[in-house]
């Protein structure tokens, strides 16, 4: 089936240094959506994407949608400990009514 | 504008068991979900709803959960009766509107665990 992979499961950072998590989809998306989720808590929207090779940036994060509109990442800039949480991506996928198909998120701890 | 609720937050029931979880999403929103989120996981989709319709429920296993939004605002979530498996957060979710170009608005989840 349709699916929607997140690379890398976990990663530790020291504070200040950069992470990037990327996601790869099995089929075209007609958007992308990128959430985050902090210990204990719930999905928090993010950001959409919705045009081949779009870049959008929110202060230290800038996010990417691929040429072929089936990977995205998400870069984050010298990190700080209120980053940690779990990012998760989700595309709606044509065939299924635009459902969200989330991936399984990376999980990012940060050392100060 | 206030956000998604859902209660209860915890439950801990016995396997065979039954339980409930209910959901009141933002004002105006047609569309609700229901999610179930196992730990370690992202959040998968149960059944969607357009106002009281049922959009997609391929995912909802119907032999045991079912869910209804019978006047088109506040939804509810059964299992009857609940297995060891069912042990995760289940998310509500709404959105303005059905299409996937819609942010969703997430509950604070119901954590349930089964014994």
């Known amino acids: 089936g349709q699916q929607v992979m997140q690379i890398p499961q976990y990663q530790h950072v020291q504070e200040g240094e950069d992470f990037t998590t990327y996601c790869n989809s099995s089929t075209t998306l007609s958007n992308i959506q990128w959430y985050k989720q902090r210990p204990g808590g719930h999905p928090v929207f993010l950001i959409q994407?919705?045009?081949?090779?779009e870049v959008k940036k929110q202060k230290r994060l800038t996010f990417q949608f691929g040429e072929a509109k089936k990977n995205s990442s998400l870069h984050i800039t010298a990190t700080q400990t209120t980053d940690v949480g779990t990012y998760f991506c989700a595309g709606p996928f044509y065939n299924q009514g635009g459902k969200l198909i989330f991936g399984q998120g990376t999980e990012l701890s940060v050392k100060p | 504008e206030a956000g998604v609720a859902q209660s209860p937050r915890y439950k801990i029931i016995e396997k065979r068991q039954s339980v409930a979880f209910w959901c009141n999403p933002i004002s105006g929103h047609a569309t609700l979900y229901w999610y179930q989120q196992i730990l370690g996981q992202g959040p998968k989709l149960l059944i969607q709803f357009q106002n009281n319709g049922v959009v997609d429920d391929s995912q909802l296993p119907k032999d045991r959960f079912s869910a209804e939004r019978l006047k088109g605002v506040d939804s509810t979530l059964k299992i009857q009766p609940a297995k060891l498996e069912d042990s995760a957060v289940y998310l509500c979710?709404?959105?303005?509107?059905?299409?996937?170009?819609?942010?969703?608005?997430f509950g604070p989840g119901t954590r349930l665990t089964v014994t």
């Open positions: 979710a709404s959105s303005l509107k059905l299409t996937g170009g819609y942010e969703q608005y």
């Open positions: 994407l919705v045009k081949s090779g």
